[in-house]
């Protein structure tokens, strides 16, 4: 807690030193729930969760910020309290007039991995060409404040080169290279006279590489295609392609034509790399028509081929300024499901009050011969805006199914937005 309330300090007065401009949000939240530990035994709880945006800004240089603090206004669990540093590092843009720096912890996106790194990117954009690079230490679990003990093992690097030199064409080409710390552990084994012995087992690192590219072509207001595809550098074999369309018929006429092939993702060296699996396709459409300005009606159908059997999805919905409302049938290896869901929201007094309320219905079962579940849920709350700066938010969840009978969960959340010029 008293890191948490120091860090904002420290760059709230390194902000009127230095900087021209601090901006961000702060919020706070309170979410209770009942947790069932056996039958019959349960425990309340009631959670508080602090987020902090913060950046602060001198001419292209910035300080940017994202952390979140957790903890137990009742019953205490073996994790709290505790700091979560989403993001934290310094931002030097036009560096050359062509380059953008950072340093610190930050996120990466690639078409195969994503996640959180501590460590340096630089962006360079030179006429129709990007190039993107970043190299760091994995965070650790629960993304904590601190930095890996192993940059050697524990890191991730990439790079990606796009352009649009051709006409209606976007082209890009990227690398990543993910790869873990090795888990060391002490296990019981027999030496060779047969007594037992506790021995250090020492594992090979475990590692995600893909080599990714991708090819859009577009013309506005009529027609999008985008072809993209992962390969497995490790396993020397394609990841993952995607197919991707839509195409505008008329001004109020859409339709939309995908195909999907997915291998699992699996760690190089990992224990699961020893199973045999199998990849997956999926075929889909999806069409949407413009009934009037405020109504739009949309379906979709979805085909997932496995090597011996397969599973299908159909849904069709309803959507206007004030409700959407949807029905979704699964059937076949994934499961049987039939789904009704309505939502509804609604602003009055130019934003000042918005309630909202969501309800869902579910049928399911697990196959064709399987016991049918139901489930019920009910989502009802208010957000209210004063002021541009500050709204509340408050929410009701209910949910009804055989594992959580009457299961209520309130959400309380006070949002405050600020700009401050020095």
Not at 64 to 72: D, G, I, P
Not at 177 to 205: C, G, H, M, W
Not at 247 to 272: A, C, H, K, M, Q
Not at 313 to 319: A, F, K, T
Request: proline fraction near 2%; glycine fraction near 6%.
């Amino acid at each position: 807690m008293k890191i948490f309330i120091v860090i904002p300090f420290l760059i709230f007065f390194s902000a009127q030193l230095f900087a021209q401009n601090l901006n961000g949000r702060l919020s706070s939240s309170v979410y209770s729930f009942e947790r069932f530990d056996t039958v019959g035994s349960s425990t309340n709880f009631t959670r508080g969760y602090q987020t902090m945006n913060l950046n602060f800004t001198e001419g292209d240089f910035s300080l940017r910020s994202a952390m979140n603090f957790e903890h137990s206004y009742t019953s205490d669990l073996d994790i709290d309290p505790r700091l979560r540093v989403y993001n934290l590092f310094l931002e030097a843009r036009k560096v050359l007039d062509v380059m953008t720096l950072r340093i610190g912890r930050q996120t990466f996106f690639a078409s195969s991995l994503s996640g959180l790194y501590d460590g340096a990117s630089i962006n360079v954009k030179y006429g129709n060409f990007t190039l993107s690079s970043y190299y760091g230490g994995n965070v650790p679990a629960f993304q904590k404040f601190e930095l890996t003990d192993d940059f050697n093992t524990d890191y991730v690097y990439g790079a990606k080169v796009s352009s649009n030199i051709i006409n209606n064409f976007d082209l890009s080409l990227s690398f990543v290279n993910k790869n873990f710390k090795p888990q060391e552990y002490f296990a019981v084994r027999l030496d060779e006279n047969l007594f037992s012995d506790t021995i250090l087992v020492k594992r090979k690192s475990n590692q995600f590489k893909y080599a990714s590219g991708a090819i859009t072509y577009s013309l506005p207001n009529q027609l999008r295609v985008t072809l993209a595809a992962d390969y497995d550098i490790n396993f020397k074999k394609t990841s993952k392609v995607e197919f991707d369309s839509r195409v505008d018929l008329t001004d109020d006429l859409g339709l939309n034509l995908f195909y999907f092939f997915r291998e699992p993702r699996i760690r190089y060296n990992s224990y699961f790399a020893i199973f045999r699996v199998e990849n997956s396709q999926e075929y889909g459409a999806g069409v949407d028509y413009k009934i009037t300005d405020d109504i739009i009606a949309q379906g979709n159908y979805g085909y997932v081929k496995y090597k011996d059997d397969n599973s299908q999805r159909i849904s069709v919905g309803l959507i206007t300024d004030m409700v959407s409302a949807s029905y979704s049938k699964n059937f076949g290896y994934a499961g049987e499901l039939d789904d009704i869901s309505v939502l509804c929201n609604y602003s009055f007094n130019d934003g000042f009050v918005t309630p909202s309320l969501g309800i869902s219905y579910t049928n399911y079962k697990m196959d064709e011969d399987a016991p049918e579940n139901k489930a019920t849920t009910i989502i009802a709350g208010t957000n209210i805006r004063p002021w541009r700066m500050l709204s509340f938010d408050t929410q009701i969840h209910y949910v009804n199914n055989k594992i959580y009978n009457n299961d209520y969960r309130f959400f309380l959340k006070l949002n405050y937005w600020f700009n401050t010029n020095f």
